[in-house]
Structure formats: C-alpha cells, structure tokens
C-alpha cells in the first residue's frame, strides 16, 4: 500500500511516525514492512505484509485493518545477508481442475459447490476429459501424485454400492473406486513425471456398471501435486515449502556482484547482518528489480540483498539465506497484490443499553427501517438498529460472517435484554459469484445440516441457538428485501396486519394426499388446535381437484383470512405438485389485503437464498401490498412428523395480542420440553417476517 493510494482512498496518514503503523488481521498483529527515507510516514512510502485469501463459502476476501497503534506494530525483520552460490531446489506445486460451476445442497463437505456432475445409465458411461497443464519439472526421485475428489449423489435401496468410477491417464485406466450415498470418495495415483511434460491428460468416467439404472457422481476436483523447479515466468513467484538436494536440472550457480543495496525498511528495524549464505535461484522473473521475503516457522522476513542476472527468458534471482522447508515470495513491483483500500468507520456502541426489538440490518436499509422501529417502541418494546457491518468489525474479523452475528446475538440476549431479532436484507448461497449473475448477499445465513439428505440449509433459526441445545434462545426473522422499495412495502404490510379483526377465520389448505397419508386428515388436526373463537373453510386438493382447488384459493385468499395453514408438499416455487400455487399465481391476488400469516407445512417453503429467482414465500412478501405480511416454513426437506408436532403447538397459541416469534418460540420450548428433539421444526424452519408482529 503506498501512501498515494491511501490518500486516493481518502486516508491521510501524513506525518505519522512509521513506528506506529500497525496491520491488523482482527485483533492479531501481522507483520509489516514500512519503507520510507525517513521516521514519518508521507509521498513515496509504502508498507507491505503478506495477507492470505479467507476460506470460507462467504468469500475470499480478508479484511485486515490499517490503524496509527504503536502498542500493535510488529514490524518485519530484514535480514541483509548476501547470497552465495545457489543449492539446487524444487518445492511441490499443484496443477488443479476445480471450477465451480454447480451448487449442491446435499453435499458431505463444507463447500457445497463443485465442477460436473457425471449422470451414468447402466451400460451408458458418462465421464469428463480433464488436461492438467504442468511446467519445469524437477528432476528428482520423487513421484507425482494424481487424485480425484468425487462426490456420491444417489442413494439406492440394495446392498451393491451406488458408484462405481474410474481414472484414465493418457490412454490407460490406472484406478478405480466404489462407494454408496452420499458420500465423499475418491481415487490417488502415484505417476512420474518427465522434464520436458507440459501437461496430463485425466479422464474420470462413471462407468454405469452398478446393478443399479443409474449412478450420479459429482465431480469436485482434480488435482496433480508434482515436483517442480523454482521457476516463475511472470512477475512473481510463491514457494513454499522449499526443499534441497539433488536437482539434476537446477546445477548450483554463482550470483552477480551486488550492485547496490535496496532501500531498507524504516531504519527502526534491526537487519540481521553477516556474511553470504546459500541461495535459492528463481528464474523466469519478468523484472530485475525484485523483492524477496521467506517464512521460517509462521515468521516472514525481509531478504535485502537479492540479485538479479539477465537470462533468455527473463531474470534470473538469488535469494539469500532460504533455509529447508521455508516459504518464499519474490516478486517485482507489478507483482505485489494491491488490497482494495477503503476508509473504516467509526466504531459504534452496539452492546450497551436496553433492546428488546433488535434490528441488524444492512446498512443499505438502516434509514428506511424506522418507521417500523418506531412503530415497536410505541408498543412499549425498547429497540436499537445495528449495521451488520459493526458486527462483523466487533464481533468478528471484519468480514461477513454469521458467526459473528451469532456471537452478538447471544451476547445481546445476556446483556441488552433482546427477545426479539429482525434481520433485514436478503441472501444469497453465490457468495463468490460463482455463477455470474451477482447476486448479493446483505445478510448472510447460517448453514446446517437438517437431514442425511440436506447438508446445506440456511437456518435463521441457528443463529438464535447460543447455548447450542438445538432450541433457539429468542425469537427470529428475516424480511428477505433487496431493496428499499420492497422494505417499505413489506413494513406497510407488517404494521396493517396488527389492525383488530371482529372475526377469526384460518383457511386450512391440504394438497393431495400420499397413499396412506391424509393431509386433509391433518388439518381436522391442526382446527383442532386452534384457540376458542376461531372458525375454518377448506380447501382440500384430494377433494376438489388441482383446478378447482386453485380457483377456490385464490378467491378465499382474496376474503383475507386471519390465517392461512397449508399441509402437503412443497418446492421454494410452488404448493403440491400439481401446482396448487405457484409464484406466477401471486399476481391474481393484486388488489386484495396481504393475510397476516402463512404457515406452511412441508418441505422447502421460505427457501431464500437462490441466486436467481424468488421463492414463492418471498414472492407473497414482496410483490405488493397483497399476498402475505409473514411466512413461516420449512427451509429444507423434512418429514411428516415434524409437522404433526409443531403445527398444533404453534397454531394452539394464535391468539389476539401474540407475537408471532413468542408463538412459534413457545411452541419449539414445548416440544424441547416433551423430548421432542426434530431438527426441522426447532432449527429447520424459518420466519420469514418480523417476530414482533402482534397478531391481530
């Protein structure tokens, strides 16, 4: 980071004594170099340190903070050493097939994504060519090691595993694998390499050889891990893990004569000093004026004395002092990665004072929000709003991240008093864009595990569960807005839902049934459960007919009903099947009032994360002032039981005057306290709505 760029940013930090500038992953020093002509920082200095890409399915950008904090500096230690005559190297390296093209909720790993999916029918092979493109490999006795990481996506009744798959290498089939479900599995190789390959062609093929008639495999990555010469080509070079020996194609070479010695860091900083040590030799730099850093044990240093000699292709460099098992960088200027630089805002006060309402919004939404903040604190509720952004700064490592949400929750439960958390902004599981379309994320989810089937669920509800018990501590929900015109017209919704009513009628919806299984049956449950004072109309698909029962929905919706219950199966678009309702229907409803409630009984009905389209549940929230002021659903595949036990005990306390967190909060701590321990009805469904809406 140079100083220009700093103040092209905005950030002025003239003046300031180098000593005192600190680069800060979270709370964690990291070491800096500062290169300036003299103690104050200002035009022509820079600082550098090495920073490292975030691993996790909410992105690859890390966030390190720069701040005027000498107590925080660690400065980085040069050692000026001159290189000797180099030893001969190799570091291992990596050519890796691993795009991520597709998304897969059911996957065993920690990231859902992965490259192909391979569909094989019995006796119809399906694979994938892969070219592994390889360079300067090294000379030594040690082999290459090709492996396929595979992904099992069928689960088939039958003791014969599902999966079947085998690796090609050129023309000759070298491994095979079998396993079943759903699993991860794979295959490893071990293969030499000769000095002049420039690639390896892989072919992965699920071969449709089970008794089964077909074999789904997902195809997550493939990767050859081979010996390779420190040799760049480009504008930098990264090794790690440095190691020497016999290197028939790297012979020991004597460095040029220093010319002169780098400007040195800030002067504060105590080179190591002493005489020539072997060197490691990188060739192939595009530039001869080269930086150099090396890692012992977790620690960089800077290499002062690096030298340069001209080559056929490129620039040849010695580094000095590089001992066995290091971490080395070298680069020229271009080659240095420059950080995106934005100022940091102030840090608030999110953790002192009364909330029982607490709003954590984007901060795209924090203006437009409240009116509906407002309109709780009339209701006797105290309430604060906080940028999602100071969480993550607060509570986190400054990236987003719903654990840090997560931590600030439980945190504000034991400390501000909060009962009710609204989350504000919508999601996305296409964290990096991997598919193009740049969806955003404003809110991040948190992901779990509602099932063998279902890895992948974002369940709001997790985040409320800051004892772990599998029972959230408070009531939660999102509004899943994108923008502020959609958050005014869900608020506008929220607020004239609350208006008394004189009469209380639920419309209980059943799709068609299963052999064995009524879901009308089911709903003479579920008006059984109701509170004293409330009547019921049906409309009942295995009655009716799909046609039928779609004209009868959309005319009873019209009615505005207190409340709409739907039992039977679902999709994110759609009720039942045949489809009963779907997305494009919400559109007949313009014209009418939004129904305070929607409860849904079956699977995936307040899905909200799709990169792409809206769910019918965010379609009933955001269209327009009809359709519905809450949803409330499964996130995920569930069972039938869940429902059986959670409709009851939920629908048993709507009452006039309830909020309808404290309702589905009750409900969950009732079956916590009868043993009945189910994923998808205590973690597995979302509200999708704002748990301090009083039902009217």
């Given at each position: 980071m140079r100083f220009e760029h700093l103040q092209d940013a905005g950030i002025d930090l003239s003046g300031q004594p180098v000593q005192s500038l600190a680069v800060l992953r979270g709370s964690r020093p990291v070491a800096r170099r500062v290169v300036s002509e003299d103690a104050v920082f200002g035009p022509g200095d820079y600082i550098d340190f090495f920073a490292e890409h975030r691993q996790s399915i909410y992105g690859d950008k890390a966030a390190y903070r720069l701040v005027v904090s000498p107590g925080e500096a660690l400065p980085l230690p040069s050692d000026s050493r001159a290189p000797g005559v180099s030893n001969p190297a190799w570091t291992w390296a990596e050519a890796e097939y691993a795009p991520q093209k597709s998304y897969n909720f059911a996957s065993p790993t920690d990231d859902p994504w992965f490259a192909d999916r391979l569909l094989a029918y019995s006796g119809a092979p399906a694979a994938k060519d892969i070219v592994l493109p390889v360079s300067a490999v090294a000379a030594v006795p040690r082999s290459a090691t090709l492996t396929a990481s595979l992904i099992g996506a069928t689960n088939l009744s039958g003791a014969a595993p599902d999966h079947h798959v085998r690796m090609r290498v050129g023309g000759n089939w070298v491994q095979q694998a079998t396993d079943d479900g759903l699993v991860e599995f794979g295959m490893e190789h071990s293969m030499s390499l000769g000095v002049t390959d420039s690639q390896i062609d892989v072919g992965i093929e699920v071969t449709g050889s089970t008794p089964y008639p077909f074999d789904v495999v997902n195809l997550e990555r493939v990767a050859l891990r081979y010996p390779r010469l420190p040799v760049s080509g480009e504008s930098r070079w990264f090794g790690e893990g440095i190691q020497f020996g016999s290197v028939s194609n790297d012979p020991a070479v004597t460095p040029p004569e220093a010319v002169s010695q780098q400007l040195l860091s800030d002067g504060f900083e105590e080179p190591v000093a002493g005489n020539s040590m072997p060197s490691l030799r990188v060739r192939g730099l595009a530039g001869s004026q080269v930086f150099a850093y090396a890692r012992s044990g977790g620690s960089w240093r800077h290499l002062v004395d690096v030298r340069a000699e001209s080559a056929a292709s490129g620039w040849n460099v010695f580094v000095p002092t590089v001992l066995q098992g290091d971490d080395v960088f070298v680069a020229t200027e271009e080659g240095f990665h420059r950080p995106t630089i934005a100022g940091l805002p102030a840090l608030q006060d999110i953790q002192s004072?009364?909330?029982?309402?607490?709003?954590?919004?984007?901060?795209?939404?924090?203006?437009?929000?409240?009116?509906?903040?407002?309109?709780?604190?009339?209701?006797?509720?105290?309430?604060?709003?906080?940028?999602?952004?100071?969480?993550?700064?607060?509570?986190?490592?400054?990236?987003?991240?719903?654990?840090?949400?997560?931590?600030?929750?439980?945190?504000?439960?034991?400390?501000?008093?909060?009962?009710?958390?609204?989350?504000?902004?919508?999601?996305?599981?296409?964290?990096?864009?991997?598919?193009?379309?740049?969806?955003?994320?404003?809110?991040?989810?948190?992901?779990?595990?509602?099932?063998?089937?279902?890895?992948?669920?974002?369940?709001?509800?997790?985040?409320?569960?800051?004892?772990?018990?599998?029972?959230?501590?408070?009531?939660?929900?999102?509004?899943?807005?994108?923008?502020?015109?959609?958050?005014?017209?869900?608020?506008?919704?929220?607020?004239?839902?609350?208006?008394?009513?004189?009469?209380?009628?639920?419309?209980?919806?059943?799709?068609?049934?299963?052999?064995?299984?009524?879901?009308?049956?089911?709903?003479?449950?579920?008006?059984?459960?109701?509170p004293a004072g409330w009547s019921n109309s049906r409309i009942d698909v295995a009655a009716l007919g799909a046609s039928a029962a779609r004209s009868a929905l959309v005319s009873a919706w019209s009615q505005s009903p207190a409340m709409i219950s739907y039992v039977g199966h679902s999709a994110p678009g759609q009720w039942t099947y045949d489809p009963l309702l779907t997305v494009g229907d919400v559109s007949q409803l313009a014209g009418t009032t939004a129904v305070p409630m929607v409860m849904q009984w079956g699977c995936w009905n307040t899905y909200f994360v799709s990169p792409s389209a809206n769910s019918l549940a965010q379609t009933l929230l955001l269209q327009g002032s009809h359709g519905a002021a809450g949803v409330f659903g499964a996130v995920s595949l569930t069972d039938i039981s869940g429902h059986r036990h959670l409709a009851p005990a939920t629908l048993s306390r709507f009452t006039s005057g309830q909020r309808v967190g404290d309702v589905i909060l009750q409900a969950r701590r009732d079956l916590a306290t009868r043993g009945i321990m189910l994923v998808e009805p205590m973690i597995g469904s979302n509200l999708l709505g704002d748990p301090a809406m009083v039902l009217p």
């Open positions: 004072g009364r909330a029982e309402y607490l709003v954590i919004s984007h901060a795209q939404f924090i203006d437009a929000v409240q009116p509906l903040v407002q309109h709780r604190r009339s209701q006797g509720l105290t309430a604060a709003v906080v940028d999602v952004a100071q969480i993550y700064a607060q509570f986190g490592l400054g990236d987003p991240d719903p654990q840090a949400i997560k931590d600030y929750i439980t945190s504000s439960r034991a400390h501000r008093g909060t009962r009710y958390v609204l989350l504000v902004g919508g999601d996305t599981y296409d964290y990096h864009n991997y598919l193009g379309v740049g969806s955003i994320s404003f809110v991040p989810a948190m992901y779990r595990s509602t099932s063998e089937v279902v890895r992948h669920a974002p369940v709001d509800a997790a985040l409320a569960d800051g004892d772990g018990d599998g029972v959230p501590d408070l009531a939660i929900g999102r509004l899943p807005v994108r923008t502020v015109a959609e958050l005014n017209t869900l608020m506008a919704k929220l607020i004239a839902a609350e208006s008394p009513r004189s009469t209380y009628q639920a419309l209980l919806v059943s799709g068609a049934s299963d052999p064995g299984m009524s879901f009308s049956g089911m709903n003479d449950d579920f008006f059984a459960a109701l």
